[in-house]
């Protein structure tokens, strides 16, 4: 099968088209309208052996890979409008594979209103190779990791640990409404979406806020048949991690409780001033190791 | 090495800060101004074995991934401003593989005024992979594939071919001032770069337009220790194919030569009606072969 043709079978399962389109997928480059001058964007690779396997439902890898980047959205409350795919494929994949990975880009763009204004197919030398650029528009604020302060309360959305052996890692559900209803909500300092772990992320917040942190462990929700270490360490939940004034702290979780009454906001900890000395965690993920 | 570090190290080969930018790369988004709401995006891979291969000069590969979507930006008259960056390197890697690459990346960030607003390091399952999303506005004019118009006289900048083995696919510079110098004039109705070789590449002009076309091949400029052939077929030439109206035509030959005298611009076919046959041309580049 020709590309050309295999890319007409493609774009039957991608939203390509909508009125912010001045030009879609197909030419040099794509040209959008944005609504406001304010523009968000994120890019994220999803490489096999490294964030998927040969066996895992291509279907599954294609929600991820565009997921990702949507969950790093909903941790600034931003609102994420267009994708770029770009696709390194083995040469021995057959049309079923391309389309099963396209029905899995599909699903996540319909159900957060994304449109695929572009991207690319190309050969793999080896391994399936997935690379997702995503722009959008900033919300009514930005909520970012560097501003956290002392006396926040640190809190988790969710349940951590195990993402990888129960497959959650491939179906999760990025918390854009959440993330984009908490960037509207006063008391919320910093936030950021929890993909490495918070043995990785919460180091993060504590370097780029300048503060340190004391993590009461026996707080942290996890899911069922995980240690408390796995939920720190595992890694790949994308629930979000935020700190929150400790006097907003009860409206917050009263309104969260009713706008989302199905899903867990829970305290784990608090921020201190960059004097104090943090809870130790274990070694963070190395991306490189 | 920990990854930060090395982060930190490679940050100082970019530029990551103009006034534009809100939140620069270290938070889960960039967020920049943009001066108008027509955003311009692009993504363009750059693999190992594919588009260079080991041997290269990592240097010159940065410059050719970031080149590669600027390039395209040429072609459609637009100013490229942002760039997300996507590195997966083997294990092997030391610092110096990662800051060589930056350089190159630094070089043609610098060059074309484009600063990197974030992007990713990981590992590759073996071999490199670089992915560059890009980003800007549109010039005064946007310029498609699909405006050509029957009688356009076809037209290429500079010379074709060979481009693979003279090794001027890593170090070509792309065509960024002639392409917004074109996109200003009255009479270019379309554009695209040329990175697959006419052979694919014009194809695409009468595909997207609706028409056809007669190639005079002994018209066409190609580099010394080139056939004609090499010209068609070879690609990665990253020069600009356009269509001119040619009433206008004796007019943009007079003032490309005084504004770009060391670029040759030169009429090598015709557009016709679509109810014509077009030249015959060798199979076009098929990115899955």
Request: aromatic residues 6%; glycine residues 8%; negative net charge.
């Amino acid at each position: 099968m020709r590309e050309d043709d295999l890319l007409n079978l493609i774009r039957k399962e991608l939203p390509l088209d909508d009125a912010s389109i001045i030009v879609g997928s197909g030419d040099d480059c794509a040209v959008v309208q944005m609504e406001q001058k304010n523009l968000v964007l994120k890019t994220d690779a999803t490489i096999e052996d490294v964030h998927f396997t040969a066996q895992d439902d291509l279907s599954d890898v294609g929600w991820k890979a565009l997921c990702r980047p949507i969950s790093d959205f909903a941790a600034m409350g931003a609102i994420p409008q267009h994708a770029l795919i770009t696709v390194a494929a083995p040469s021995s994949w057959q049309q079923e594979n391309w389309l099963q990975l396209a029905r899995g880009f599909g699903k996540a763009a319909h159900t957060f209103g994304i449109i695929i204004v572009g991207g690319e197919m190309a050969r793999s030398p080896r391994k399936l190779f997935l690379s997702v650029a995503l722009t959008g528009s900033a919300g009514p604020s930005i909520l970012l990791r560097s501003t956290a302060q002392p006396n926040d309360l640190i809190c988790v959305t969710g349940k951590l640990g195990g993402s990888f052996k129960s497959k959650r890692h491939l179906t999760f559900t990025p918390r854009l409404k959440e993330g984009q209803w908490l960037a509207t909500q006063a008391g919320i300092h910093a936030m950021m979406d929890l993909s490495d772990g918070l043995a990785s992320d919460l180091p993060r917040i504590e370097c780029a806020s300048n503060c340190s942190f004391i993590l009461e462990k026996e707080k942290i929700p996890y899911h069922p048949g995980c240690s408390v270490e796995e939920a720190i360490s595992d890694g790949e939940d994308y629930e979000l991690l935020l700190t929150v004034a400790p006097d907003q702290w009860p409206n917050i979780q009263k309104e969260w409780h009713d706008h989302f009454p199905n899903l867990s906001l829970t305290c784990i900890g608090k921020i201190l001033p960059p004097d104090h000395a943090s809870s130790p965690l274990p070694p963070g993920f190395d991306h490189l190791k």
